[in-house]
């Protein structure tokens, strides 16, 4: 059983920036591909960003590439998630999820998930 606690949401202007941060309880936390993804009011959980457990590869939603990035430090169980030019339609409360599963970039392949932190952005 992973337990996993986001950190770092809250209230941000347009073209600012936020650092997320996942802490996890497993010890073996380098054993697992880590994500990000988000929900909005009304939508469904969409991906943001993943980082494999071996050799670290990383991948992004298309809507965040180049203004996100996901980074993870395993000698402190936690995953990052730095956000830079934020923009309104980010707003959203954002997960973080661990999986054993290679599809890193699909919701279903996720049994972990935390409780989720809020960003807001405002225009």
């Known amino acids: 059983q992973v337990q996993l606690v986001e950190s770092g949401g809250g209230l941000v202007q347009a073209g600012g920036s936020l650092r997320l941060s996942c802490a996890a309880s497993?010890?073996?936390?380098?054993?697992?591909?880590m994500g990000w993804f988000r929900q909005a009011p009304g939508k469904e959980r969409e991906f943001v960003a993943a980082?494999?457990?071996?050799?670290?590869?990383?991948y992004y939603a298309a809507s965040v590439k180049g203004r996100f990035t996901i980074s993870r430090d395993n000698a402190k169980n936690t995953l990052y998630l730095q956000m830079f030019s934020l923009k309104p339609e980010d707003t959203a409360v954002y997960y973080c999820?661990?999986?054993?599963?290679?599809?890193?970039?699909?919701?279903?392949?996720?049994?972990?998930w935390g409780q989720g932190t809020q960003v807001t952005v405002s225009s």
């Open positions: 999820g661990a999986t054993l599963g290679v599809q890193v970039t699909t919701r279903v392949e996720y049994r972990y």
């Open positions: 497993e010890r073996t936390f380098s054993n697992y591909a």
């Open positions: 980082i494999k457990r071996i050799g670290g590869g990383t």
